[in-house]
T-cell receptor
């Protein structure tokens, strides 16, 4: 099946710093999503970005589908950005793989005041 | 629009028992997927239902089963619980139409097996 690798596994920042999280995937995809998991376990949608670039406030994401990677940028980080960030993909297998997201292992982000 | 809801939020069961978890998707969404999250294995896909039909299944034993009703609500059942079934169970819903595969997750059900 498709492989998803996230880096770095852990990231420690001071408030106000910028960061870049990376997601590499092994096959073409028709869905790529970035999530932030809150302390209670819920996955919060950040971006649906199978290709291209999107921005939402201090966060932005870019997916280069032809090179099979995606980047999540966090600018001017805040302590509330702390948590686990997941990249997840659904491969393009003859059109769809029917609702199966494959997740990376996540990046644990800690932002200190 | 209301988000994805899951009930119950927390559950404690004894080894050997069975459990049923419920998921109500976002209104209009016809696809529901289920995932298991554990510290050791991360987030793993269980199965996906669309219009009451299971279209996809992950690598889990037959003790894990599910179904979907005509209103798109879904349930998953785990029989003969084992200690290793302790996990956070997440469901997600999607329109699942061409170009719109984005999944939206519920808050999860945290299952503890003792």
């Amino acid at each position: 099946g498709i492989q998803v690798e996230q880096s770095p596994p852990d990231l420690i920042l001071q408030e106000g710093a910028n960061s870049t999280l990376r997601c590499n995937f092994s096959d073409s995809v028709n869905n790529l999503q970035w999530f932030h998991q809150n302390p209670w376990g819920q996955l919060i949608n950040l971006f649906y970005i199978p290709s291209g670039t999107k921005q939402n406030g201090r966060l932005s994401a870019t997916t280069v589908a032809t090179e099979r990677y995606s980047l999540l940028y966090i600018s001017s980080s805040q302590t509330t950005d702390s948590g686990v960030y997941f990249c997840a993909v659904e491969p393009n297998i003859g059109g769809t793989s029917y609702g199966k997201l494959t997740f990376g292992q996540g990046t644990i982000l800690t932002v200190h005041p | 629009k209301a988000g994805v809801t899951q009930t119950p939020r927390y559950l404690i069961k004894t080894r050997g028992q069975q459990v049923t978890l419920s998921c109500s998707p976002i209104s209009g969404h016809r696809s529901v997927s289920w995932y298991q999250q554990t510290p050791g294995q991360g987030l793993q896909f269980l199965f996906e239902y669309f219009s009451e039909t299971q279209r996809n299944k992950g690598n889990f034993p037959g003790r894990f089963s599910g179904r979907q009703f005509s209103n798109s609500r879904s349930e998953m059942n785990v029989s003969t619980l084992e200690l290793g079934d302790s996990a956070l169970y997440l469901c997600a819903s999607s329109l699942a139409e061409t170009g719109t595969y984005e999944q939206y997750f519920g808050p999860g059900t945290r299952l503890t097996v003792t």
